[in-house]
């Protein structure tokens, strides 16, 4: 069957939007976050369980395989397929909190994290905790037995997973939670279920085989599948439910499951410690597990160096010698006295041991979070100094404890032995479990071989010398999946092959993975990184930014605008011009005109790439001269353009006031047809403020009260409000700072200001140079040579005043030195609150905030937070917070892209009614109403309306 073929058959199955089969769109979902790569014919997304067993049956007939996906985060080459690879992450993400918080509910498709932000309030989490968890999905979670920093064997998936509802192959659904279905299952899938008794029953008669699968599970294994399950449970339908934990999506369907939670510890103390060398620090392992460490994580000196200029980092690491080492070591209680109990016992215990630098254990959560972010991010980060057009290769192996020491040194005879000079150790120590990192390009038969023949080395070493496992969490994969039977033996493994069979006799479910025939399979279809640009090529295709994207559901994430990006590229090199071009027509509106820019996506990178920037610069280089001489002349003239702007949003509110409300939405979407880059009409635009109350005023030198610079956005200046008062945000800033007796200065030259962000998001260099030196010189002028601190009204200006820097010229580079600029939320924090009467507030009952993506930039969310409690008993921050999308204007050229993106946020704001609703950017206020349907404004308002 042909693709246009496929994709019509598959659109009788699912609707048309959800069955994904343009090029952009397959290449954008080839990758995951392994080093293997395969193009699918098809990327569908199904919405229900019916769907599900349709697809299953369409599989059959057509002899097509078949994948499920969810964060995309394996490692092993799991989540990748030349048939139909299923992407779960869009709507497969129901969860239920139970039992006072003792069990959760999930689908695939919720984060792990997610899952414990809906957990913290019971104090309590899911056992597994992988570094990834922000980004990968309770399916691939608990798909790869998951397990992490501190669960170990115990609290894995495996054995925190309670139920679990699951589809076969054959369509039929089954749920070990329902009674019925223990019969149903023996006499509806009796073949199936005839076969898991009588492995079981084998494994029981053969003593050494008993034995080997419940040793194999006292440390922590992911090699072929759980073999344990015949030993733990006896039922078929038990059995074969914990065959899946760990089976990689290979058997069958998990449409649900139920986790018992374990406590989330309410104290916590850390402390990294550092070594003469690796050896030295895997000496200590047994001893803090013996004083009750939680967490032992190893860092070599290379994995170190991988960090060691990030922002925060304690600088002592620069310092450490070549064959230094750390360990991060976390303590956990309920109880803070003992806690302290037992990290002096530790330190006692540890005294005679030859520390670097005196340990030192904190309990302070910015500074645990801080530590934890760097050592969940060592992998992607050492894959950022990696060569160009070379693949990093993360492994993940178990030695005894008690040996680690040796094996590591081992392990690093064969780094120099096949010329890894940059690999790196780190891992969680106290179950013996390390990962090591390798880079190096897959573009030739040498380097392929080369890897072959190291890794056939490692997998001697770890099994026959220290009888260890291939794999302890990242699962078996594509990357193990020759050596199943080398780790397992011949009887073990021929078990794991009827299970496949008995499973999926047709092997169209995620066929190679696990069970394969091919001994070469890990040196096959693998990923070819060709050189592109920085921000490229420093990706390692991780995934860890995808759930901060605002457009994850729309078009492209941040990983896949760069996987594009590198097919573009790769299909030109090719002459593959035809391909090519279809990829630049789509890269279009998929890859820049629906990004919005907003860097989130740089937060979640451990590596900082920054997906805006590459957009904006591509933007850049795509403007003709023409578009960029409108946009200067634009920037010269914006005086002019914001007359011309308001005087338009009156004739826009009037003709509607004559035609009824949909008047201008109807006009300027014929507009649209004509000229596509016409910004539509919403209903949140209202008429523009007055602007009588921006008067200049002289400063009082001799006055007692502060003095401020107020600089009104020209987005307050053009937009209008529709505060329930009737105030514009103008008036109630001044309103709020006369309350706080502060002195208030408006400069005369406001009108035609701009901070330059929209021309800063759409790539017109020259104009935003244009515009960020105006207003400097405006703002030193205004400021009194930047003697009084400078307040906007919007936090994306604010945002965009303080990166104001790289566009100056060398005199007003000298000058923003000196201006002190400050976003409205760091002014009503830092300074409005402190001139309050706070016994003459009336607070309001409840609120909800939406905290812009530009506080997450400016770190103030903390402050946004804190003011809101100050005039509220109750605040509500949703969980699903996030960029709007509204990106300045892009939510007037593409309100697709911030219904999508406010879609889950808004969900969540729905099921509750509030006394008010905040932001702190007058777009973001008009996305969220927009979504909600309810009036979200400053916090200005808020503070306003709660004084007196």
């Given amino acids: 069957m042909g693709n246009n073929n496929l994709h019509t058959s598959l659109t009788e199955l699912l609707s048309k939007d959800r069955v994904k089969s343009r090029l952009i769109d397959r290449i954008a979902y080839a990758s995951d976050a392994g080093f293997y790569y395969l193009l699918p014919r098809a990327v569908v997304q199904p919405i229900n369980e019916e769907e599900i067993a349709a697809l299953f049956k369409f599989s059959r007939e057509q002899s097509v395989p078949i994948v499920f996906r969810g964060g995309g985060t394996s490692l092993s080459g799991q989540s990748i397929t030349d048939g139909i690879l299923v992407d779960l992450s869009q709507y497969w993400t129901r969860h239920y909190v139970e039992n006072e918080g003792h069990t959760i509910r999930v689908q695939p498709a919720i984060t792990g994290a997610m899952a414990n932000a809906y957990l913290k309030k019971f104090g309590r989490k899911i056992g597994p905790d992988p570094s990834s968890i922000n980004a990968a999905m309770m399916g691939g979670i608990i798909s790869n037995n998951a397990s992490g920093m501190c669960c170990g064997v115990k609290h894995n998936s495996y054995h925190t997973t309670k139920h679990i509802r699951f589809i076969l192959t054959s369509g039929k659904v089954f749920s070990t939670e329902n009674p019925a279905d223990y019969s149903r299952f023996e006499l509806e899938c009796s073949s199936l279920a005839s076969e898991l008794s009588q492995i079981k029953q084998q494994i029981s008669f053969d003593r050494e085989l008993y034995e080997l699968i419940r040793n194999k599970y ?34 069958a369907f998990i449409a649900e499951a139920i986790l018992e939670t374990v406590p989330d510890r309410l104290y916590k103390s850390t402390a990294l410690l550092y070594f003469r060398d690796i050896y030295a620090a895997c000496q200590l392992i047994i001893p803090l597990t013996q004083a009750g460490a939680e967490m032992v994580e190893l860092m070599d000196r290379a994995s170190l160096r991988s960090i060691e200029n990030m922002e925060g980092i304690d600088p002592f690491i620069r310092t450490l010698p070549e064959s230094a080492a750390a360990l991060l070591v976390e303590f956990q209680d309920d109880d803070l006295a003992h806690l302290n109990y037992l990290v002096s016992s530790f330190l006692t215990v540890a005294a005679n041991q030859h520390f670097l630098k005196e340990p030192i254990f904190s309990t302070n959560f910015q500074q645990r979070d801080f530590l934890w972010k760097v050592r ?26 008690a040996q680690l020491g040796d094996a590591i040194l081992d392990l690093q005879k064969l780094f120099k032995k096949y010329n ?49 496992s291939l794999k302890a969490e990242h699962g078996t994969g594509r990357n193990m999946a020759p050596f199943v039977q080398t780790e397992w033996g011949k009887d073990a493994y021929q078990i794991m092959k009827r299970i496949k069979a008995a499973a999926d006799p047709l092997n169209l479910l995620n066929p190679g993975v696990i069970i394969n025939a091919d001994a070469d399979v890990h040196i096959k279809d693998l990923k070819v990184l060709p050189v592109v640009e920085e921000e490229v090529d420093k990706c390692i295709e991780c995934g860890f930014c995808e759930h901060k994207c605002p457009s994850r559901a729309l078009t492209l994430t941040p990983r896949q605008r760069i996987v594009v990006r590198r097919a573009m590229v790769q299909l030109k090199n090719q002459g593959r011009q035809k391909e090519y071009k279809t990829l630049v027509k789509d890269y279009k509106y998929d890859g820049m005109e629906t990004c919005a820019v907003d860097g989130l996506c740089a937060g979640a990178c451990p590596v900082d790439i920054n997906t805006g920037e590459l957009v904006k610069r591509l933007r850049r280089e795509s403007h003709s001269a023409t578009g960029n001489f409108i946009a200067n002349t634009v920037a010269k003239n914006f005086r002019l353009v914001e007359f011309g702007a308001r005087l338009a949003l009156k004739s826009g509110s009037f003709l509607n006031h004559l035609g009824g409300p949909k008047t201008m939405t109807k006009m300027t979407t014929g507009i649209r047809g004509i000229l596509p880059d016409f910004p539509l009409w919403t209903e949140q635009i209202l008429p523009p403020p007055d602007l009588s109350v921006l008067k200049k005023q002289k400063i009082n030198h001799n006055s007692s009260f502060q003095t401020i610079v107020y600089f009104p956005s020209c987005i307050s200046r053009v937009l209008g409000s529709s505060s329930v008062g009737g105030l514009n945000i103008m008036e109630t800033f001044l309103n709020v700072s006369k309350k706080a007796n502060i002195q208030v200065v408006i400069s005369d030259q406001i009108a035609g200001s701009c901070c330059g962000q929209i021309f800063s998001s759409k790539g017109f260099k020259k104009a935003y140079q244009i515009t960020a030196n105006r207003i400097v010189d405006r703002l030193w002028n205004s400021s009194d040579n930047g003697k009084y601190m400078i307040v906007t009204d919007v936090s994306s200006c604010a945002h965009t005043l303080h990166q104001l820097r790289p566009a100056l010229s060398p005199d007003n580079q000298q000058k923003f030195d000196l201006l002190k600029i400050v976003d409205s939320v760091d002014y009503l924090c830092d300074t409005v609150l402190p001139g309050l009467k706070l016994s003459a507030l009336k607070k309001k009952e409840k609120v909800v905030l939406h905290s812009a993506c530009t506080l997450q930039k400016l770190k103030t969310q903390d402050k946004f937070l804190k003011i809101a409690e100050s005039f509220a008993d109750q605040v509500i921050v949703p969980l699903h917070t996030g960029c709007c999308g509204m990106a300045g204007d892009r939510g007037f050229l593409f309100p697709e892209l911030t219904a999508s993106a406010t879609f889950a946020e808004a969900a969540e704001v729905k099921r509750n009614e509030f006394d008010g609703y905040y932001s702190s950017a007058k777009t973001c206020e008009m996305a969220m109403s927009q979504a909600v349907n309810k009036n979200y404004e400053s916090i200005l308002y808020l503070v306003d309306e709660c004084t007196g």
Avoid at 219 to 243: Q, R
């Fill in 420 to 468: 890894y000079e940059n690999a790196i150790i780190f891992g969680h120590a106290k179950d013996g479990n390390i990962h090591f990192v390798v880079s190096q390009a897959f573009n030739n038969e040498t380097e392929i071989n080369r890897y072959d023949q190291f890794l056939r080395e490692v997998v001697v070493l770890v099994i026959d010398k220290y009888n260890g």
């Fill in 218 to 251: 006292q440390t922590k294994n992911t090699v072929g599948y759980s073999l344990n399950a015949f030993i733990d449970y006896t039922h078929p339908l038990d059995i074969f439910a914990h065959l899946l934990v760990g089976g990689e999506g290979t058997l």
């Fill in 376 to 401: 969940k991010g060592l992998f992607p980060a050492v894959g950022a100094i990696r060569a160009q057009g070379t693949t990093v290769i993360l492994e993940d192996i178990v030695f005894p404890v």
